[in-house]
């Protein structure tokens, strides 16, 4: 086997590459443009590698537009190293810069000039809806510049057929992610996680001295920072620009802080979006807002505006795989164009590559903004999308203040319980539950230490405020088990005779599925079990079946990354040197598949791709042939339960031995380290938004039941609630059976193994990719959704 031939996958096969995606003979230029953001560089890495893999040349054009009017050495061919090691990387290498020039007509004569004598006649744009937008004019006027450059003796007639007509594709970077049409854009997910992280430091200094915080964070125009920042810590207001808090909302705003402090709350979050305004469009700043609390209420508050460290530092997992995905879809949306197509913005929709018009959605991200100029909030909110109103809905739910009384009692009693090994982000749901159900009237009791606990009566009621703080918890506080309910079933059922709980919800991993399969299947013998039952899936092994996503899954993938980039770090200072890494993941190779494409790896080993000592040799020769360039390290990940004989001892003996003399071999099990930290911006929000979803699901039935004196015995009442593309969907357990592989512990059929070709081809690989799926341009109809993401 050739050492950049890539082995057979008799479990996921992949259509070959069809002939008219060939990029022979075109140039395409990559530019970033505006404001920076993280994981602009993961993209135009993606854009390169897939651009000569699919046999066009690639150019940088550094400065943005501006470059693009300079050109000279602002125009440079890239190859495949160039774009090395810059996978982790903040802002981007090739340089952003406003230009006033390409405004012009005459700016746009000289760039045009630019890229025709080089060729290219392909622009891959990466950068917000200016930028996008600007690039849409030039490809209109194109063939009128041509003809003006002709004119004027600039180029030969010859050259203005040749290259007659530009494609443009976009890609939005931009950390508010306020751009219509798009999941979410480049530079979202990590700007959270540094906001995430000085909220988590802020916390622990304000709970010592009893103190306020007003944070400040970016969004001029759009409060989606703001309000997932908000969401993700609990925090005790927001001020967004698309949501003006109501006339006398300062009344409003310090009762609530002085009733968090009478309830020993030691600490008090206030997130303002810079751009947040009141009714009458007036800005309120975090200065007025520091005044209003120093003056009505006394107490002891500081101001801390984030500013440009949004922007910085490495970008997420998350970012790095949108960026990457995105970045290869743009190019094969350019060698798929024709003269008629139109310049489209390349998205993500749940977990589908898709292309949109690009002036639909800059149309409808101007209407957002018209809304607010105008007042018509109602609407803003609506148009930024469902997710957007969600997100809303569900913090304005969790963060209401409701004395005892003000609260209509249900008569209803649901546990929530927590299963299966721990997962960062149980808490947040934890909290969510307890929140939501309270505000439903419903009694909610928290089970500790799993069915074994249940079994054994330690059950206690829990209130709002018990669960205070939770969500930037790691870990487990009502503790997990592994435990399945089958042996206890009699116990069980006597607590819940006890307790007279009405619902459960279980929030856990593969054991808490088989564990409601057990329950299910004893409804028959136990008439305490015919009650509404739904589970949340929290694992970071993401091998929930029913579920693309579940909670703890990108936490960890942030601490593999991570370590990666240290591992990296350290191999550059040390010439020649290959990681064996070993992640967790029991026979679901998610993790190390995504962390690999995350962390740019050239293999990752899983066991649903089936692989054999040729295979390994292949590799260990890819590896050796990578060495003899600039880039002389080398990162393979190994999903712990991938081969029974093929271990990471195996693995890597066999890679020291067959690279003695080119490179030296390093391993390293990564463990339960997988498990722990804090929870990631994501699995906080997803925890958050997913728990209550769950609890709405439960009062509904409860609900439609109350009076009948009916049993909950049909299969609609106990069920997985996962994300499946961009929905939240209720299956009922029984069903998911049939999906099921048990004997590994995974569902049959995993989305994420068609990114399998992605990782090889970014790490010059001969792959087939599937594109299939690509090619259709979709129109659009609302406001950006969250997908898979956040």
Not at 654 to 664: I, N
């Amino acid at each position: 086997m050739d050492h950049d031939e890539v082995p057979s996958t008799p479990r996921a096969s992949f259509r070959k590459f069809p002939g008219q995606l060939s990029g022979v003979g075109k140039a395409i230029g990559v530019l970033t443009s505006g404001g920076d953001a993280q994981g602009m560089n993961a993209a135009v890495r993606a854009v390169v590698r897939m651009g000569i893999y699919a046999g066009a040349k690639v150019y940088f054009i550094y400065e943005g537009y501006q470059g693009m009017v300079d050109g000279g050495s602002n125009i440079v061919e890239a190859d495949w190293e160039s774009v090395s090691s810059i996978l982790q990387v903040g802002g981007t290498i090739i340089g952003s810069a406003r230009c006033t020039a390409f405004r012009s007509r005459e700016g746009r004569l000289k760039a045009a000039h630019n890229l025709v004598q080089r060729g290219i006649t392909n622009l891959c744009v990466i950068g917000g809806d200016g930028s996008l937008t600007g690039a849409n004019i030039f490809r209109e006027e194109w063939s009128g510049l041509l003809e003006e450059l002709a004119q004027n003796g600039k180029i030969n007639k010859e050259e203005v057929k040749k290259h007659g007509y530009l494609n443009v594709v976009g890609m939005v970077g931009s950390i508010d992610n306020d751009f219509c049409g798009t999941d979410m854009t480049i530079g979202t997910d990590s700007a959270l996680h540094r906001i995430i992280e000085v909220v988590d430091a802020i916390m622990t200094t304000a709970q010592s001295h009893q103190r306020t915080f007003v944070l400040e964070v970016m969004g001029r125009h759009c409060g989606y920072l703001a309000l997932v920042s908000a969401l993700a810590c609990g925090a005790d207001w927001v001020f967004l620009p698309e949501s003006p808090p109501e006339d006398g909302w300062q009344e409003t705003m310090c009762t609530k802080l002085s009733e968090n402090r009478a309830r020993k709350k030691r600490l008090n979050i206030i997130i303002v979006a810079e751009g947040a305004i009141d009714t009458q469009n007036k800005p309120i700043t975090s200065e007025q807002i520091k005044d209003l609390v120093v003056t009505r209420l006394g107490y002891d508050t500081r101001v801390t505006i984030l500013g440009h460290v949004q922007r910085g530092g490495t970008p997420s997992a998350f970012d790095r795989i949108l960026a990457s995905r995105m970045g290869v879809e743009a190019v094969v949306a350019l060698l798929q164009a024709t003269p008629e197509t139109p310049a489209c913005v390349v998205s993500l929709s749940g977990n589908q590559a898709v292309r949109l018009p690009l002036m639909e959605c800059v149309q409808m991200t101007q209407d957002v903004q018209k809304a607010m100029d105008e007042r018509r909030f109602k609407d803003a909110v609506k148009l930024r999308g469902r997710s957007f109103e969600g997100n809303l809905n569900t913090y304005k739910r969790l963060s209401i203040t409701m004395s005892g009384s003000e609260i209509l009692k249900s008569g209803f009693n649901v546990a929530v319980i927590n299963v299966g090994a721990p997962a960062a982000g149980m808490n947040a749901a934890v909290r969510s539950a307890v929140r939501f159900g309270i505000s439903e009237g419903h009694k909610m009791y928290a089970v500790y230490d799993g069915f074994e606990g249940f079994a054994k009566g330690q059950i206690k009621e829990i209130g709002w405020s018990d669960v205070g703080g939770w969500t930037g918890q790691g870990g487990s506080i009502l503790g997990t088990k592994r435990t399945l309910p089958g042996k206890y079933l009699e116990e069980i059922a006597e607590q819940m005779r006890t307790h007279s709980i009405s619902a459960l919800l279980i929030i856990g991993g593969f054991e808490a599925y088989l564990g409601l399969l057990e329950l299910s299947a004893a409804r028959g013998k136990h008439e305490e079990l015919c009650v509404p039952m739904v589970m949340v899936p929290a694992t970071v092994s993401n091998n929930v079946p029913g579920s693309d996503f579940s909670i703890g899954a990108d936490t960890a993938l942030n601490t593999i990354t991570d370590t990666c980039d240290r591992i990296k770090q350290s191999a550059s200072g040390t010439k020649r040197r290959v990681f064996i890494i070993e992640t967790m993941g029991g026979y679901c190779g998610y993790l190390a598949n995504m962390g690999a494409l995350a962390a740019g790896a050239d293999a990752a080993y899983i066991f649903e791709e089936p692989f054999d000592i040729r295979d390994l040799q292949a590799n260990v020769e890819h590896l050796t042939e990578k060495m003899k360039t600039t880039i002389q390290r080398g990162l393979v990940l190994r999903n712990e339960n991938c081969s029974e004989n093929y271990t990471t001892d195996f693995i890597y003996q066999l890679y020291s031995e067959e690279g003695k003399g080119v490179f030296d071999c390093r391993k390293n099990v990564l463990g339960h380290m997988q498990q722990g930290g804090a929870p990631s911006p994501f699995d906080r929000n997803f925890g958050t938004k997913i728990s209550a979803r769950a609890m709405q699901w439960i009062t509904t039935k409860l609900r439609e039941a109350q009076g009948k004196g009916k049993r909950f015995i049909t299969d609609d009442s106990i069920c997985v609630l996962g994300i499946c593309k961009r929905n939240l969907v209720f299956q009922p357990v029984a069903e998911l059976k049939k999906e099921t592989d048990f004997e590994h512990r995974i569902p049959k059929e995993q989305w994420w193994l068609k990114l399998r070709p992605l990782m090889k081809i970014l790490a010059k690989y001969k792959a087939s990719l599937d594109v299939s799926e690509s090619g259709q341009l979709e129109h659009v109809h609302c406001g950006h959704e969250e997908p898979a993401a956040i």
